[in-house]
């Protein structure tokens, strides 16, 4: 059986983004979203994912961007003096190795973040982290701590296979830079470290993961490619639709008109001849573990 949850990253950055989402779940191929609890449009996306209670909406975990949501007496110098967290990945682990940041503080970042969600009526569904911080060990610690303790116990897996790497799966647009290529090859020195914890801990992940080479040059004839490939077991395909508008140049993302490109992309209607070509079955982190559930609306085989 192959099964694929198409999961969208950055839910609340903008409402341009919140809407580029809902749209991609009605009328394309998204099943899933993660929804940062510190982004400006965070209230926008919760009023969106209740009007659409079948989308899977997960907690996309942030320490790298923006402010905290934890109290500082608990996340200590995971912030600084404005309350804001590091703004690159080479800060937060700088952090880490210098001792000023341990389990216990990401710990309770998390936590804060999660508890918003829930204060706002999202259960979340799964759980990942904004930049792939959780591939470092310590960060991986506490997502998989405040998994247990919360209840959550699905996450995602966020290392591409090095064929997948090399070839760039999602993407028909060229090679991606040598850098981006660099960075997931370096990520899957823990993945052997994240196998084992998720195993101690009793959580569940996708068996494979896309995306990351492919992010800023996913489009739909790549998607395509990547259906007709795609392997036994479940998959994941992150994704970051969105409407590349003024209020996202505003937000200085790196994504602008990449996010436009990966809405077109998603709502591609050939893509659905290829999954009812290929057998595959659309699911959510909702409905990972759960066997042969999936969703109708696609045309595929629903419980």
Not at 66 to 81: K, T
Not at 143 to 163: D, F, M, N, W
Request: aromatic content about 6%; glycine content about 12%.
């Amino acid at each position: 059986m192959k099964q694929l949850i198409v999961n969208a990253d950055d839910f609340g950055l903008t409402e341009g983004v919140n809407r580029g989402i809902i749209q991609a779940f009605r009328e394309g191929i998204l099943t899933s979203a993660t929804l940062m609890a510190n982004a400006p449009a965070f209230e926008d996306a919760v009023a969106r994912a209740k009007a659409y209670p079948e989308l899977g909406v997960g907690c996309h975990l942030v320490l790298i961007g923006g402010r905290a949501v934890g109290l500082r007496d608990e996340i200590g110098s995971l912030v600084d003096g404005r309350g804001r967290l590091p703004v690159t990945m080479a800060a937060l682990v700088m952090k880490i190795g210098t001792w000023q940041v341990g389990v216990r503080q990401i710990a309770a970042e998390f936590l804060a973040q999660i508890w918003k969600l829930r204060a706002a009526g999202i259960e979340p569904t799964h759980y990942d982290t904004h930049k792939h911080s959780q591939c470092h060990p310590v960060v991986m610690e506490a997502l998989a701590q405040v998994a247990s303790r919360t209840g959550v116990l699905k996450v995602r897996r966020p290392y591409e296979a090095p064929r997948d790497i090399f070839r760039v799966a999602g993407s028909s647009s060229g090679d991606a830079p040598a850098g981006q290529k660099a960075g997931a090859l370096a990520a899957r020195l823990t993945a052997w470290k994240f196998g084992r914890l998720i195993k101690r801990k009793g959580l569940g992940a996708p068996d494979h993961f896309f995306g990351v080479t492919a992010t800023g040059r996913l489009d739909a004839a790549g998607i395509a490619k990547l259906l007709d490939e795609l392997p036994d077991g479940t998959s994941e395909l992150m994704c970051h639709p969105g409407e590349y508008d003024g209020a996202l140049v505003a937000t200085g993302s790196r994504l602008g008109q990449q996010r436009q490109q990966e809405l077109n992309a998603l709502l591609a209607p050939g893509l659905r001849n290829v999954l009812e070509r290929r057998g595959i079955q659309l699911i959510s982190y909702r409905d990972l573990g759960r066997g042969d559930r999936g969703y109708g609306r696609s045309g595929l085989s629903s419980a």
